[in-house]
């Protein structure tokens, strides 16, 4: 038997998929809006079978842009990156 008092309550809230499909879920979370979520398994990689960059904007894309070849100037970094987006726009 559950103690009454202890255990946190558990609302319903509504997902919002990439889809527009919305599912409904139980969460302790006290959600008052819809929350909609940016990866899910309509548009994930690994269900998909496609292959995306997810990380091509993070911080950590700044910092290997910024560090990638240390000894290059920002004229062959430049370079060397419009080369890879070419190449990533070809696949």
């Not at 809006?33 to 894309?61: N, V």
Request: hydrophobic share 30%.
């Amino acid at each position: 038997m559950v103690k009454r008092g202890i255990h946190p309550l558990v609302n319903t809230m509504t997902l919002v998929l990439r889809n527009g499909a919305t599912i409904q879920v139980e969460s302790i979370l006290k959600a008052t809006r819809p929350m909609r979520l940016q990866i899910d398994t309509t548009s994930h990689p690994t269900w998909t079978g496609e292959k995306t960059m997810t990380g091509q904007d993070g911080r950590a894309a700044d910092f290997m842009r910024k560090f990638a070849n240390p000894g290059a100037s920002a004229a062959e970094t430049q370079q060397k990156q419009q080369q890879q987006q070419q190449q990533q726009q070809q696949e």
